[in-house]
């Protein structure tokens, strides 16, 4: 008997979807879209409405010896939350109530298959906003954005998504549910196993039901850009706002390449106005003397600076989220990234790309979300005629990997909010010493002994030399 009718019959009230072409697309997440193939038939899919319904699937996959791999809306990069086809996946997207709203705790109780731009639209009414909010903010869900710790735009000022998670219910391998967390916004009672989970991308257990924190909207925004000669020169000039006393709430910087393409691709003329541009957001009382702040200090490091019109700023704010692209031209092969390093490194990696340039001949831009010094870089070089796209070069994957040990190598990070997935984990294996992953594989055993739960991803399996 297959999979899908053990659970039709054990589990009639649950939706379930056998293997088939219909189910293809969970074999893969936005960042491993490209490998999929048309047609191929996809693993068991089953959609709980309820924690009750994901604990019973958990139970019966586990009595089975079936991997469970947690879904959300399926936006991630990193692989995450793909699957094999004889896989049970269980998706959480019809587990999506906003179950409370306290405003004067500031709290919010929602399920795992809220949208995160969801949350803010019903927020509204009371005068409060979820901070978190990753490029994919108007699509993916609260589920997804825990399983990675998201980031995200407003981090620089409201940090990423642990820092807004209280507590969490959660569903373990063997279908028991645990509470970690509190209500409060402090308390040292036991191991923080809230912010174990937070980040663990599936590994340890479903999200399925978030505690979250939630901050008053600000009583006022103020989009400022500035423009730079140059990339070298917009790089530099991060640390004037270090320096300031204003804290942004988002500080984003583009560089050239990046606003070529930008350009390109939605028939702007951002280029025109500068090489690289940052793009900060102000908010909270005393806007004036931030800006005012702020752009002395821009302005004396060479920046040409303006506080944008209501209207553009939306429209300038919407083409960082999604206007980059790379043309109407050549066909590329791309790598993508999101290393962070500490802020004062920011104009090192930018000059390292001409390096990379040159010895891989390959083209190299990045945005970063330049107050906390996450990047997400693009290693890309065009396709010529009869080349596979599915297949990448060799020197472009060395030297994405080239430019991951220059990150570690000043003090940085493989992942600053995508996750390792599954197509990180070599260069996790960078990151993580031989005894940092017996710790992080002892964790596992302990809450999935069988290796159930998302099998394969998050954390690695062998040591890579560093060397």
Known sequence: MSLAQVLADAHPDIEVLAPSPATGPYLHDTGTRRAAVDGA??????????????????????????????????????????????HLVVSTDRLDRVLEVSPLDEVAVVEPGVVNADLNVHLEPYGLFYAPDPASHDISTIGGNVATNAGGLRCAKYGVTRESVLALDVVLADGSLISVGRRTLKGVTGLDLASL?????????????????????????????????????????????????????????????????????NGTG??????????????????????????????AVGGTVRAEPPAEAEHLWHLRRHGRGFGQGTPRWTIGEDIAVPRSVLPDVYAYFAELEQRYDVRVSAVAHAGDGNLHPVLSRDLGPGDDPAVLPDDLTEAA???????????????????????????????????????????KDALDPHHLLN????????LVATA
């Open 41 to 86: 038939v996809g693993p068991t899919v089953a959609y709980p409405r309820t924690v009750e319904q994901v604990q019973d699937l958990v139970r019966t996959a586990a009595a089975l010896g079936v991997p469970v791999v947690p879904r959300g809306a399926g936006t991630g990069l990193s692989g995450g939350a793909v699957a094999d086809a004889d």
């Open 197 to 265: 989970f937070v980040g663990s991308e599936g590994i340890l257990g479903i999200v399925v039901r978030a505690t979250l924190r939630l901050r008053p909207v600000p009583v006022a925004r103020r989009t400022l850009t500035a423009f730079f000669g140059s990339t070298a020169a917009g790089a530099q000039a991060l640390a004037a706002i270090t320096r300031s006393p204003v804290r942004p709430a988002v500080v984003e910087f583009l560089d050239e390449p990046t606003l070529r393409d930008i350009d390109e691709t």
């Open 270 to 299: 951002l280029r025109e106005r500068g090489a690289s541009l940052v793009l900060v957001e102000l908010d909270g009382y005393g806007i004036d003397e931030q800006d005012r702040d702020l752009t002395a200090a821009l302005t």
């Open 401 to 443: 990997t080239a430019l991951v040990r220059f990150a570690l190598a000043h003090g940085g990070t493989v992942s600053g909010e995508h996750g390792i997935g599954s197509v990180k984990l070599d260069w996790a294996a960078l990151e993580l010493d031989e005894r940092n992953l017996v710790v992080q594989r002892a964790v």
């Open 455 to 462: 099998p394969g991803k998050a954390i690695p399996h062998a």
